[in-house]
């Protein structure tokens, strides 16, 4: 994105941890930085985005290894997204993102 210089930029991501907009949108200020000065951000959309398989067994391993309940329940809450991420983006996320995208 360094390369890219005196265009209208329209920024889309996906976020594979989070739970909400406010979160996915957060993500997309560091982002913003890696865009050259010279251009215009004209957009910006976040949205779910899916994990890869081998951070469920890195979660699942680390649940087994957990010495608390506290620790536990940070990594259940990590395994519970990821089955959640999974097959997004999808048909509301784009067109959420299409929306966006007629508006301007």
Known sequence: METLKNKKVFLFMTVGYGDN???YDKMLNP???FIDSSN???GTYACQGQWIEGQKKNLENMLAKAATDDEKKVIEGKLANHSNAM???NAEDLNKLKDIVKSL
Do not use: V
């Open 21 to 23: 907009q406010a979160y």
């Open 31 to 33: 982002a913003k930085t």
């Open 40 to 42: 215009t951000i004209i």
């Open 87 to 89: 097959g997004h983006p």
